[in-house]
T-cell receptor, first 112, second 112 residues
Framework: ETAVFQTPNYHVTQVGNEVSFNCKQTLGHDTMYWYKQDSKKLLKIMFS???????VNETVPRRFSPQSSDKAHLNLRIKSVEPEDSAVYLC???????????FGEGTRLSVL | QQKVQQSPESLIVPEGGMASLNCTSSDRNVDYFWWYRQHSGKSPKMLM?????GEKEEGRFTVHLNKASLHTSLHIRDSQPSDSALYLC????????????FGKGTQLIIQP
């Protein structure tokens, strides 16, 4: 049973729009992550957030930004979506940053 | 270039048979591995971790690690149809899960 909750499950939008995805974990974990899983199922880390320290994967385009209000929430904003942003976005958390991430069920984004 | 290589890409095993999946990292900084299982339409779930040379067994699942060659393998004995899934290997570097690199996965199909 997952304790990492993501909304929405699906989102369809047009090129150039702004989108936001929400993620909340109820486990009291210290570290949260955003991953992108493409159509070939390759999982790539985008961001990790631990104790107000943000680590960004250098390959992530600047139109992506994480937003955190507290250690239980890490949202993802995409300023102006592109077709290549179509993917499943997976939020995860771990007790510490050396523990295996526990994934939420994901948000599937389709950009038309 | 993918730093974590998994083989085979896909594997068909008869029910009750043994499934063997391989994973190698080309990153010499990798210190441990996690194996995740992802059923179709679901998020990845951590299956097993291995941090030390040798073998680790949990029920029908056995993981091997050779740190010198940065090779890990996952073996599933008495395979069940419910084992049909995408198996993802992740190499972890000292410093935390934000340094995880996932392979492209092995799609395992167990034929009844």
């Amino acid at each position: 049973e997952t304790a990492v909750f993501q909304t929405p499950n699906y989102h369809v939008t047009q090129v150039g729009n702004e989108v936001s995805f929400n993620c909340k974990q109820t486990l009291g974990h210290d570290t949260m992550y955003w991953y992108k899983q493409d159509s070939k199922k390759l999982l790539k880390i985008m961001f990790s957030y631990n104790n107000k320290q943000l680590i960004v994967n250098e390959t992530v385009p600047r139109r992506f930004s994480p937003q955190s209000s507290d250690k239980a929430h890490l949202n993802l904003r995409i300023k102006s979506v592109e077709p290549e942003d179509s993917a499943v976005y997976l939020c995860a958390s771990s007790r510490a940053n050396n523990q295996a991430p526990l994934f939420g069920e994901g948000t599937r984004l389709s950009v038309l | 270039q993918q730093k974590v290589q998994q083989s085979p890409e896909s594997l068909i095993v008869p029910e009750g048979g043994m499934a063997s999946l391989n994973c190698t990292s080309s990153d010499r900084n990798v210190d441990y591995f996690w194996w995740y299982r992802q059923h179709s339409g679901k998020s990845p779930k951590m299956l097993m971790s291995i941090f030390s040379n040798g073998e680790k067994e949990e029920g029908r699942f056995t993981v091997h690690l050779n740190k010198a060659s940065l090779h890990t393998s996952l073996h599933i004995r008495d395979s069940q149809p419910s084992d049909s899934a995408l198996y993802l290997c992740a190499g972890g570097r000292a410093g935390g899960a934000d340094r995880l690199t996932f392979g492209k996965g092995t799609q395992l199909i167990i034929q009844p």
